[in-house]
């Protein structure tokens, strides 16, 4: 496993410094956050050539809506995401990362026709049908990732998420991307879980059970790392804690505790 961090917990005015700090402490990359990142492809190529270290990843973030009952809204979220897919070919990203539902369902509960639930999955299906396809071409992956049920109504577990990827047969480049503060939140046991759908995860973000930085809390790192080892987990171990794609003006305080934490990681087996 490589370890990496979100941008917005690393402190620095320009791409260059977040790199450097990233290298102080001994990372291997560093995830982005897809909107607005095509204008800044260049300055990131720059700084990865500098530092030597990697792009992980790109995070779809909140862009768009893409299981809107609107078709143009849908649409639009699409194009954001192809272009996300984009600008992880050009820093080099292993792939994107996208939460397909935020908040509330917004589709029509046309039962007995169909449930909310099932529009929702059959939205995504048609959407992975295509983006499969692309992926593949291109040479990147994608990562549906579960999120609890306070911030989706839609995808919450491991299980959920290997559910989208059964609809389009386990294609080889679409993964789930775990999430440990999700995980505690809503698997029954996090290991259980890790050792069921282990074989499906291609990324893996690391908080720990309070969303605080990773020994901060309850999880039990060691056991996690064992877990994924075990299900010969190969791919990044990205830290987002705190308010993800919110966390810049709070990474002074992140900075201070960040060496401890990843000490922490890396002796438990990250």
């Known amino acids: 496993m490589r370890l990496a961090i979100q941008e917005d917990m690393l402190p620095g005015q320009t791409i260059l410094e977040k790199f450097q700090q990233a290298k102080t402490l001994g990372l291997d990359g560093i995830e982005f956050w897809g909107h607005g990142l095509t204008a800044r492809v260049p300055e990131i190529a720059a700084a990865m050539e500098q530092t030597g270290l990697a792009a992980s990843s790109v995070n779809y973030g909140r862009q768009g809506q893409l299981l809107s009952p609107d078709r ?103 993964h789930i991307a775990a999430n440990v503060f999700h995980m505690a939140l809503e698997e029954r046991d996090m290991l259980v879980a890790l050792g069921e759908f282990g074989a499906g995860i291609g990324h893996i973000y690391l908080a720990d059970s309070n969303r605080r930085l990773p020994g901060q809390g309850m999880v039990d790192f060691k056991a996690l790392a064992a877990a994924l080892n075990d299900a010969n987990y190969s791919g990044w171990a990205v830290l987002s804690c705190g308010t993800p794609g919110m966390n810049q003006e709070h990474a002074g305080a992140w900075w201070d505790d960040l060496p401890t934490s990843i000490a922490l990681l890396k002796k438990a087996g990250f």
């Open 72 to 174: 143009t809204e849908r649409e639009a979220a699409l194009a954001a995401l192809r272009q996300s897919i984009v600008d992880a070919v050009d820093i080099e990203a292993a792939g994107v990362v996208v939460v397909p539902q935020w908040g509330a369902s917004i589709v029509p509960d046309l039962t007995p026709y169909k449930s909310v639930r099932q529009l929702e999955y059959e939205l995504l299906h048609n959407h992975l049908r295509s983006l499969s396809d692309y992926v593949y071409a291109i040479g990147v992956h994608l990562y549906i990732a579960p999120v609890n049920h306070y911030e989706s109504a839609f995808l919450n577990t491991l299980a959920d998420a290997a559910d989208v990827r059964r609809r389009v047969k386990d294609h080889p480049h679409i």
